[in-house]
C-alpha cells in the first residue's frame, strides 16, 4: 500500500541508550518531516527535508539527528535519550507543502524510562 | 510557540448536528490545512485552503479563511459518530513555501449516537 510506513510502532528505551526510527515513503515525495506529539501541545517539528540531502532544523531538534540520502527514506536518530524524549513521534510526506497536503505515518511511541 | 490555536479546545455533539471549529494564527501564511486524527492513529489530510481563497468544500466539510483576521473555520455538516477525532489547524507560513507546518493544539470532537 502506497503511504508513509514508520517503524518501530512501539520502543522503549533506557535513560543514555541511542535508536533510530525509520521513515519511507513510496510516493516519490520531496517533502518530509518528523513531528513529535505530547498531551496538550499538538504536534512540533523536529526536522525536516526538501529533497535528498537537504535537511534543517525545526522547532525542537535538540538531542536529535537526521539524514536524507535518498527520497523515500528520512530516519530519525536519539543520540542520547533522556525521559523528556518520551513522546509519539510521526513522520509525514508530501509532494509539495504548499499546494498539497501531508501525508502521516502511524507513529511511534517512544517510551523513555 | 504554536503558530495556530483552535477553538473550542473540545466539543460534544448529538449525531445529526453541524460542528464547527475555528482556528487562529499569527504570520502570513501561503496556504492553512485541516488534520483529521482518530485516537491512537496518525493524522489524516482533510483539506488545504490558500491565502487566496475565501471559502472551500469537500463533502461534508466547509473551510473559510479570513486573511485579515488571520482566522480560519472548519464547519463538518451532519456529523456523525465516526466523525469523533481530533481536528488540527496547521499553516504553512509565507517564508517556508510548504517545506514545513505550524499545528495548533487541536479541537476534541465528540459526536454522541
Known amino acids: 500500500n502506497a503511504g508513509v510506513t514508520q517503524t518501530p510502532k512501539f520502543q522503549v528505551l533506557k535513560t543514555g541508550q541511542s535508536m533510530t526510527l525509520q521513515c519511507a515513503q513510496d510516493?516519490?515525495?520531496?517533502?518530509m518531516s518528523w513531528y513529535r506529539q505530547d498531551p496538550g501541545m499538538g504536534l512540533r517539528l523536529i526536522h525536516y527535508s526538501v529533497g535528498a540531502g537537504i535537511t534543517d532544523q525545526g522547532e525542537v531538534p535538540n538531542g536529535y539527528n537526521v539524514s536524507r540520502s535518498t527520497t523515500e527514506d528520512f530516519p530519525l536518530r536519539l543520540l542520547s535519550a533522556a525521559p523528556s524524549q518520551t513522546s509519539v513521534y510521526f513522520c509525514?510526506?508530501?509532494?509539495?507543502?504548499?499546494?498539497?497536503?501531508?501525508?502521516f505515518g502511524s507513529g511511534t511511541r517512544l517510551t523513555v524510562v | 510557540s504554536q503558530q495556530g490555536e483552535e477553538d473550542p479546545q473540545a466539543l460534544s455533539i448529538q449525531e445529526g448536528e453541524n460542528a464547527t471549529m475555528n482556528c487562529s494564527y499569527k504570520?502570513?501564511?501561503?496556504?492553512l490545512q485541516w488534520y483529521r486524527q482518530n485516537s491512537g492513529r496518525g493524522l489524516v489530510h482533510l483539506i488545504l485552503?490558500?491565502?487566496?481563497?475565501r471559502e472551500k468544500h469537500s463533502g461534508r466539510l466547509r473551510v473559510t479563511l479570513d486573511t485579515s483576521k488571520k482566522s480560519s473555520s472548519l464547519l463538518i455538516t451532519a456529523s456523525r459518530a465516526a466523525d469523533t477525532a481530533s481536528y488540527f489547524c496547521a499553516t504553512d507560513a509565507k517564508e517556508t513555501s510548504g517545506s514545513r507546518l505550524t499545528f495548533g493544539e487541536g479541537t476534541q470532537l465528540t459526536v454522541n449516537p
Open positions: 485552503i490558500r491565502s487566496n481563497e
Open positions: 509525514a510526506s508530501s509532494y509539495s507543502g504548499r499546494f498539497y497536503g501531508y501525508t
Open positions: 504570520t502570513s501564511i501561503n496556504n
Open positions: 510516493m516519490n515525495h520531496e517533502y
